[in-house]
């Protein structure tokens, strides 16, 4: 354990035992949560469902979930599915659905695109996401002839609040939620800033000159292992 406590603000609710070992390491993590996901539960969306393609495309676990929601519940056994999904916490959502087979992962949007499309596996995916989503997936396979559906899974409400605290560190998640945190809030430019992805990591350099750094893999583990390392490092100096 490290010799003294460091006090980290994230910008989403960790799972439990995360923070706990984040906790154990000598980092105090303060969890809250700048943006709700609210799944879509429409007559629409669940009439689209029959008709996915075989090959499916998650760009974050929350879309996985609603749609790991729904086979749970579905009155009828679903088709076997192909999946293409981000590497960490999404591919492990994926991994609990029944009938459902990962066949490509990346780090991010762009490079799972560019895995779709070197695959050349398939001329139709089904990509399940937010209402407020990158464009950089949808706009390179549509650009290499791929046919996207795309589904609404669920919409990203930002929630903004004011702060007030001495935080050492701030860990962002998604680029929604970077936005609603500095909607009402500043941060010293000393700071550091820990984020999941390249997404998330350009929106938050859009906005401050605070050290970046990017977890390795897109997953809660990761992000806080990067934190971790990052304030042992600075404590050993």
Not at 149 to 156: F, K, M, P, V
Request: with cysteine.
């Amino acid at each position: 354990m490290l010799a003294n406590t460091t006090t980290v603000l994230c910008t989403k609710t960790l799972n439990p035992r995360t923070v706990e070992f984040a906790r154990q390491k000598g980092i105090d993590i303060v969890c809250d949560d700048w943006i709700a996901i609210q799944p879509n539960t429409s007559a629409d969306f669940y009439q689209q469902m029959p008709l996915l393609n075989k090959y499916l495309v998650f760009t974050s676990s929350a879309a996985a979930q609603v749609y790991a929601h729904y086979v749970a519940n579905s009155n009828q056994i679903q088709p076997a599915k192909f999946v293409y999904c981000l590497a960490g916490d999404t591919m492990q959502v994926v991994g609990s659905i029944r009938n459902c087979k990962v066949v490509g992962t990346a780090k991010n949007g762009g490079a799972l695109a560019q895995k779709i499309i070197d695959d050349n596996a398939t001329h139709a995916v089904s990509f399940l996401a937010s209402n407020i989503r990158r464009e950089v997936l949808p706009t390179m396979l549509i650009n290499a002839g791929i046919t996207l559906q795309e589904i609404t899974a669920y919409d990203t409400v930002p929630t903004p609040k004011n702060y007030k605290g001495n935080m050492e560190g701030y860990m962002f998640f998604s680029p929604s939620a970077v936005d609603s945190f500095f909607y009402s809030n500043t941060i010293p430019q000393q700071i550091p800033c820990f984020c999941i992805g390249t997404a998330t990591a350009n929106t938050v350099k859009a906005l401050v000159k605070n050290e970046i750094q990017i977890a390795p893999f897109p997953s809660q583990q990761a992000i806080v292992e990067t934190v971790i390392n990052y304030f042992k490092t600075a404590f050993i100096c």
